[in-house]
T-cell receptor, first 117, second 114 residues
Framework: AQKITQTQPGMFVQEKEAVTLDCTYD???????LFWYKQPSSGEMIFLIY??????QNATEGRYSLNFQKARKSANLVISASQLGDSAMYFC??????????????FGSGTQLTVLP | DVKVTQSSRYLVKRTGEKVFLECVQD?????MFWYRQDPGLGLRLIYF???????EKGDIPEGYSVSREKKERFSLILESASTNQTSMYLC?????????????FGAGSRLTVL
């Protein structure tokens, strides 16, 4: 079974509007961490935001927020006020186990976001 | 800022050649990783190393080996390259301790095997 599922291969959004990128995960470990990365066309992977499984509040970083719904096992990325520079591939990833454990990150297949002028 | 440097951005090799992909990080990170990225498949873990001389297989280790003789350097080796190993290869490193343990990636190495 897929551990990380991103069901939207491609998304379009109008500049200045908000967009939600979906991510669902599957784990039986009560301790885990969820990450979102951005990959522009240049290829580098840029860390955006992190949510720990025990964090009570949804993570926010500037225009990025993570809509963490633990019971539904979803960790959707919300980008507010989209900009042309947000056009990129976005990956959701999960680390099972406590932070500080040498556990790998499992990635989803990604969502290609295009921001329209 | 942590820097992860991959030695080659683009490589073209012939089937059967031995290929070395080198990765160096400069922040004394314990963990290092090699991922492969293919369209529609996301990033898949080939091998990772949680410390010097330690390595563990990831999800797709077949056809690959790794070496970590020094903490800062993690090498991916294709003993006999095949066309199905044409891909983008991403190296990453991570501090192993309290906190989010964010992976920091290199710029990637795009390998074409003819």
């Amino acid at each position: 079974a897929q551990k990380i599922t991103q069901t939207q291969p491609g998304m379009f959004v109008q500049e200045k509007e908000a967009v939600t990128l979906d991510c669902t995960y599957d784990t039986s470990d009560p301790s885990y961490g969820l990450f979102w990365y951005k990959q522009p066309s240049s290829g580098e992977m840029i860390f955006l935001i992190y949510q720990g499984s025990y964090d009570q509040q949804n993570a926010t970083e500037g225009r990025y927020s993570l809509n963490f719904q633990k019971a539904r096992k979803s960790a959707n990325l919300v980008i507010s006020a989209s900009q042309l520079g947000d056009s990129a591939m976005y990956f959701c990833a999960m680390r099972e186990g406590l932070s500080g454990s040498a556990r790998q990150l499992t990635f989803g297949s990604g969502t290609q976001l295009t921001v329209l002028p | 800022d942590v820097k992860v440097t991959q030695s080659s951005r683009y490589l073209v090799k012939r089937t059967g050649e031995k290929v070395f992909l080198e990765c160096v990080q400069d922040m004394d990170h314990e963990n290092m990783f090699w991922y492969r990225q293919d369209p529609g498949l996301g990033l898949r873990l080939i091998y990772f190393s949680y410390d010097v001389k330690m390595k563990e297989k990831g999800d797709i280790p077949e056809g690959y080996s790794v070496s970590r003789e020094k903490k800062e350097r993690f090498s991916l080796i294709l003993e006999s390259a095949s066309t199905n190993q044409t891909s983008m290869y991403l190296c990453a490193s991570r501090y192993q301790g309290p906190g989010a343990n964010v992976l920091t990636f290199g710029a990637g190495s795009r390998l074409t095997v003819l």
